[in-house]
């Protein structure tokens, strides 16, 4: 296997609070290749925007990385200094927010915006880089170009504003794109249109896409392999069709199973009982322990290793003791 | 259960609600090609609703932002005072009375809000918030009963006594529309309407909720009226469902029915966007164009803009809601003239 | 305060600011000093201005003690009636924090209860209130109260203004400037009416009274302690300027503004004390006040000044 394009060892974020200091992500390692579509998964607070915004060095005080390394094809971006970091972000890396009106100006045209950026990273003309904003503008299938060019970002809608922003972020060829929640604003019938978009051209361009999504739909039908996050840690990573198929983790389990879709009509959900804890109050040993059904006397006391097989990792104890014992099996 | 065979419990007809732009008469003034003018725009929020509420069942309102679900749901609480149409409960025009006559329906009719966050007084401890209702109520409970009354809803649903004393800043999202859906519950209503109740929730607590709401149904008789954008929570909760579009009901079908065979192109377009699970390759039916505003409505079908099937007649005439014999209700002119 | 608000007080974020907060603290500490002194006048003021018999004309314009000619008797000096500057002051700021607390209150009260209406109810009636209070904001406070007060003591004689000066500066001053709590509470109101727990209220049924002062009122609290404590400085600083101009409180009853005024004439002819030390009084106070202000605009509403 070839140097992966981004690769994120070990990485710890902390947040310097009044009283104490919170770590946000503890040991988080994932790595992506080129052209490849990773998810990550998780409910508010468990880590994954933190995660992607650390990869561009935009968390903000009282935030910071206290450990780990980020490499970017082999390049550590944590050791990166403000203005090498910028000629990576928004050139090699774009990002997708949640809300197209942070990464758009309201007082500019879109057209404006999409010129400035070119010339931010290359140097081109004015008629080049309007030709190629022309382009992308097309790609992500907006109708009339031209016309929308001259407008400014409150004339559109919200599915045409996050289309210009995915045409911005694909403006410089990006290698890897992250996308944080990027349709949850939308409507259905938009988020569907816009997935396929991105979709469509990852494929095409040979993008490397990292979604960050509380939706397990959308990752299920846009990625190739996904990561769960729960408390600031990754708990499973697999191929996205195995966790939808068979999640290993009492988590993932629980978080597939409280689906409507996967329960029948009018019948109870299986749902996970109680919270996700805040970061104060991560309680020891393995974070899930006090919601998991299978909990053993080790989770409380002992945080889980990585139990690695087929490609798959899974942080939990009940896990590694069925994988013990398969193995012990097979040998005899 | 057979749909549609129940005594209606709640009747909309033909309701709507717009709202004024201009309400000031100096904003009302426009300066034209040298003339004073007044113009009056209004954002047609609702055009003539019209659905039935069967007692004992839930009923599931969906549509995207905009649509005009929410505004269905407030009017008929009485938090918005329509336009024009009617609003029956138990045969009782209701949109009309005003306050000690409405205070009987004020307690059958109760409803939980979408935003856990905002839907609790942040001076009020929950023990103020859960016992103001039942005291306003039942005002010959004794201070022991009302405690009783309270202790026994936060109880059914969930809600630990020892967070009496606390106020809602200290609990989670999940825990917060426990709470909300304990006070709608303490007076005993008959008929809840739910408006988006857990869109502002995690997924693990989103289940939570939605249990909590169907075991509440099965133990009190509830009746709900269920506004939502999520169609799985729809196809999971409903028993039927009303798909809006742009302020009319374009379908009302049993939910069974309408996943398997949806029949307004609006309706077909919606499903096919849910994100499942289980597809690789989703097929997302595409609908052309965007959503008109709804100050400007088009002609005809609100829908003819972005239809596959639209002709000449959907540009003029208004499709009406037609009941077929399956207990499909569809407003659409290519699905009654058979061309879908 | 029952227990649980005690302890959620302790451990708010007020206090922790106020904790933190070196201003605060002082700003604190001197107005306590200040109402404490001032209120307890009567106990510590080592004479009664109020007391003709106490005064001696002889004891004129004498200067602070520290000052040559100074008299251990008068620590502050005295003004030129013989009055001990000490003991008048400390009358003076009993009187100025009374008319300022008090006109307060009464802008409170008139502001709170036309703004809740106003930001409720809205429609024509807000659109009335909103324009009274418009017009009344386009008079400023002083001109309203020199022209009450004037064409009061030109109908009903100096000697009944004297007796009734307090109450006249109440009114005055409160009437004057209600408007300042009738929009700060109305912009707050139509804030919280948005919000699903004034909804949840209305489906329960309460009348619109109960659910103004008891659910709404509550939660508008923070910006009117806010503007409560810049108004009171406002107030004191509009009833010394009425003082200074002769239409405050009259010379046998002193608050700081009209010490001022009675020391001026002297200034050039080196009696300074007598309106020096009441105008740094004067000002201390007001700046106190308005620091804490300040800090509580800061802490109450921090998406305002904070990043």
């Known amino acids: 296997m070839s140097v992966a394009l981004l690769e994120i060892r070990n990485l710890e974020v902390r947040f310097a609070m009044r009283h104490v200091t919170l770590v946000a992500l503890r040991d988080v390692s994932f790595a992506i290749n080129r052209g490849e579509r990773l998810g990550i998964v998780g409910e508010s607070g468990a880590g994954k925007s933190v995660a992607a915004f650390s990869i561009l060095n935009l968390i903000s005080k009282p935030g910071y990385i206290s450990a780990g390394e980020i490499l970017f094809e082999g390049r550590d971006l944590t050791k990166l200094g403000p203005q090498e970091m910028r000629k990576i972000r928004g050139n090699r890396i774009s990002m997708i927010f949640q809300d197209p009106m942070m990464t758009l100006n309201p007082v500019l045209t879109v057209g404006t915006q999409l010129t400035e950026c070119l010339h931010a990273h290359r140097e081109l003309s004015e008629p080049e880089a309007r030709e190629i904003a022309m382009e992308r503008l097309a790609q992500v299938h907006i109708p009339s170009p031209e016309a929308r060019f001259d407008q400014y970002p409150h004339e559109l809608s919200g599915g045409m504003r996050q289309r210009i922003v995915i045409a911005t972020a694909l403006l410089t060829n990006p290698w890897l794109i992250i996308a944080d929640e990027p349709t949850t604003a939308l409507d259905v019938t938009i988020q569907a249109e816009i997935m396929d978009l991105l979709l469509e051209l990852c494929e095409s361009q040979n993008v490397a896409l990292i979604l960050i999504t509380h939706d397990l739909g959308v990752v299920s039908q846009v990625t190739e392999r996904a990561i ?92 590694a003791a069925q994988m013990q014992t398969e193995a012990k099996e097979s040998e005899s | 259960m057979t749909v549609g065979s129940g005594r209606a419990l709640v009747e909309v007809r033909n309701l709507a609600k717009e709202f004024p732009l201009q309400t000031g008469f100096l904003e009302q003034l426009h300066f034209n090609h040298g003339r004073i003018s007044r113009v009056r725009e209004s954002v047609k929020a609702i055009n003539g609703v019209d659905f039935d509420v069967v007692k004992g069942e839930a009923l599931c309102v969906v549509g995207e932002s905009g649509c005009g679900k929410s505004t269905v749901a407030r009017a008929i609480m009485g938090l918005l005072k329509p336009t024009s149409g009617e609003i029956r409960y138990e045969n009782k025009r209701i949109d009309t009375l005003k306050g000690k006559n409405l205070l009987p329906f004020r307690r059958k009719m109760q409803m939980i809000f979408q935003n856990p966050y905002a839907s609790l007084n942040p ?89 909590l709401l169907m075991d509440a149904q099965e133990q009190r008789g509830l009746t709900y009226l269920f506004i939502t954008h999520d169609l799985s929570v729809v196809e999971h909760l409903g028993t039927r469902v009303a798909v809006m579009y742009l302020g009319t009901v374009c379908e009302i079908a049993p939910t069974r029915t309408l ?65 077929a014999a399956s207990g499909v209700q569809v407003a659409c002119h290519a699905v009654e003239e058979g061309r879908l | 305060m029952s227990p649980g608000a005690w302890h959620r007080f302790a451990d708010s974020r007020v206090l922790w600011s106020f904790r933190h907060d070196k201003v605060a603290i002082v700003s604190f500490a001197v107005m306590c000093v200040y109402i404490l002194l001032s209120f307890s006048a009567p106990l510590i003021a080592p004479y009664n201005p109020y007391d003709p018999t106490t005064i001696d004309i002889m004891d004129s314009e004498i200067p602070p003690a520290w000052l040559e000619n100074g008299d251990t008797r008068f620590a502050l000096g005295t003004d030129a009636q013989g009055r001990d500057m000490l003991s008048t002051i400390l009358y003076g700021t009993r009187i100025s924090l009374t008319i300022g607390i008090c006109a307060v209150l009464l802008q409170a009260f008139l502001g709170i209860t036309i703004g809740l209406i106003s930001g409720y109810f809205g429609g024509r009636l807000d659109n009335f209130l909103m324009r009274v209070a418009d017009i009344q904001l386009s008079f400023s406070t002083l001109m309203v109260a020199i022209i009450v007060l004037a064409v ?71 910006p009117i302690l806010v503007i409560s404590t810049v108004q009171i400085a406002n107030a004191i600083v509009s009833e010394a300027a009425l003082s200074f101009l002769g239409l405050g409180m009259p010379v046998t009853k002193p608050s700081l503004g009209s010490l001022i005024n009675s020391g001026f004439e002297f200034i050039f002819s080196g009696s300074w004390w007598i309106t020096i030390i009441p105008g740094i009084v004067l000002v201390i106070l007001v700046l106190v006040m308005n620091l804490l202000g300040d800090w509580l605009r800061d802490v109450l509403n921090p998406k305002l000044y904070k990043e």
């Open chain 3, 152 to 222: 009061f003591q030109a109908l009903f004689g100096t000697e009944l203004y004297e007796r009734l000066a307090i109450l006249m500066l109440i009114l005055v001053i409160g009437i004057a400037e209600w408007p300042q709590y009738a929009r700060t509470v109305r912009a707050s109101v139509l804030a919280e009416k948005k919000k699903e727990y004034v909804d949840a209220v209305r489906v329960i049924g309460l009348n619109p009274v109960r659910i103004m002062f008891r659910h709404i009122l509550p939660n508008t609290l923070s």
């Open chain 2, 123 to 211: 001076r009020m401890t929950v023990q103020k918030t859960l016992q103001e209702p039942v005291r306003f109520h039942y005002p010959d409970l004794s201070p022991a009963e009302i405690g009783e009354k309270t202790a026994a809803v936060m109880q059914s649903v969930g809600v630990d006594p020892s967070w009496t004393v606390r106020y809602p800043h200290e609990f989670s999202g999940g825990q917060r529309q426990r709470i909300s859906i304990a006070r709608a519950l303490a007076v005993d209503p008959e008929f809840i309407v739910a408006d988006e109740p857990i869109s502002a929730l995690d997924v693990s607590i989103q289940a939570q909720v939605l249990n």
């Open chain 2, 259 to 323: 996943f398997a065979t949806p029949q307004h192109p609006y309706t077909q377009a919606l499903l096919s966007a849910i994100p499942r699970l289980n597809e690789v390759r989703p097929n997302h039916i595409k609908l052309r164009g965007e959503v008109p505003t709804p100050i400007n409505l088009p002609k005809g079908c609100v829908f003819h803009g972005r239809c596959i099937h639209a002709n000449e007649r959907c540009l003029h005439d208004v499709p009406r809601l037609r009941k």
């Open chain 1, 228 to 319: 769960v996050m729960y408390a600031g840690r990754v708990v499973e990573e697999a191929p996205t069709r195995e966790i939808v198929r068979a999640a290993k983790h009492p988590y993932t389990q629980g978080l597939i199973g409280a689906l409507p879709q996967q329960t029948e009509s009018r019948r109870r959900l299986k749902q996970i009982r109680g919270v996700m804890p805040a970061l104060t109050e991560i309680p020891p040993g393995c974070a899930f322990h006090p919601r998991c059904p299978y909990v053993l006397d080790v989770c409380r006391v002992q945080l889980p290793g990585y139990s690695i097989k087929n490609g798959a990792r899974v942080a939990c104890h009940m896990v």
